[in-house]
C-alpha cells in the first residue's frame, strides 16, 4: 500500500513499535521534560540516533519541544498521548505490574499523582472508592452526578463546595488508573477536587506529574476516607 494511504493508527503505531522511541516515551510518561541528552540514555541510543527518533516524534505529535536558554526540553505532546501510552502499557505489562512499578522513575508516582488535572495512584483510587462508598455518585448519561449524599459528604468531611458542572466537558466519569488497574474519578469534579486538596496543603507538587501526602494531608485526608481501599 502507497505510504500516503497508510492508515494513521498504522503510522502512530509505528513510532510506538521502535524499542528506542518507546524507551524515550515511557520516561516522558513521568510527565517531566527531558533533554535529547537525556532521553538518548533512557533509549540506550547515541545522540545522534536519538536526534532522528525525536524528529520522527515531533512530526507524528507524540512529543513537543521546549526551547529554555541554551537547551532543548522534550514533553508529550498532549493528556491525550498520555493517556493512549498509558493504556498500551497496562497491555504490555499486565504480566509484570508489580516489578515495572518498583523502578525508580515509577515508584514516586504509585501513590499520588496528576493525571493531567485530577488525583490518581492509590490515592485517587482510595478518594474515588470513598466518595462511591457513601452513594456520592448517581449514574448519568456521561459518567456520574453528584448525589445530595455525596455533596454533603465532600461538605463535611472535606471542607468542599463542589461548582455546578459548568458544560464545558464532562462533568465526573470512571478512569483506569495506570498503577492500581483499578478507576480513579476524572472530569470538572475530579480536577476540582485536586484542586482543593493543593489549597488545603494535603497534597504538594513534585516533580513532573508527581504528588506527596503532607503530615497535614496525613492528618486530615487520610480519616476523612476511612479504611484503606484494597489494591
Do not use: K
Request: hydrophobic share 45%.
Amino acid at each position: 500500500m502507497p505510504r500516503e494511504h497508510e492508515p494513521r493508527l498504522a503510522r502512530s503505531a509505528a513510532m510506538v513499535a521502535d524499542a528506542a522511541r518507546s524507551r524515550m516515551l515511557s520516561r516522558l510518561l513521568s510527565g517531566e521534560a527531558a533533554t535529547a541528552g537525556e532521553l538518548a540514555a533512557a533509549a540506550s541510543v547515541t545522540p545522534a540516533t536519538a536526534s532522528g527518533h525525536l524528529a520522527q516524534l515531533l512530526d507524528a505529535g507524540f512529543v513537543i519541544c521546549e526551547p529554555r536558554g541554551r537547551h532543548r526540553y522534550y514533553r508529550l505532546a498532549s493528556p491525550t498521548v498520555a493517556h493512549a501510552l498509558e493504556a498500551l502499557a497496562l497491555v504490555a505489562e499486565a504480566g509484570e505490574r508489580d516489578a515495572a512499578w518498583q523502578r525508580p522513575e515509577r515508584a514516586r508516582l504509585r501513590e499520588a499523582r496528576c493525571c493531567y488535572g485530577h488525583l490518581a495512584g492509590r490515592l485517587g483510587v482510595r478518594l474515588f472508592d470513598a466518595l462511591r462508598e457513601r452513594g456520592g455518585l448517581l449514574v448519568a448519561a456521561e459518567g456520574f452526578a453528584l448525589s445530595d449524599a455525596g455533596r454533603a459528604w465532600l461538605g463535611s468531611g472535606l471542607g468542599f463546595a463542589p461548582a455546578a458542572p459548568n458544560g464545558r466537558r464532562r462533568y465526573a466519569y470512571a478512569c483506569m488508573d495506570w498503577s492500581q488497574r483499578r478507576d480513579h474519578l476524572a472530569g470538572q469534579l475530579a480536577d476540582e477536587l485536586l484542586a482543593h486538596c493543593l489549597a488545603r496543603g494535603w497534597l504538594t507538587r513534585g516533580e513532573g506529574r508527581a504528588l506527596a501526602l503532607t503530615p497535614r494531608g496525613h492528618a486530615e485526608l487520610l480519616p476523612a476516607l476511612g479504611p484503606t481501599a484494597p489494591t
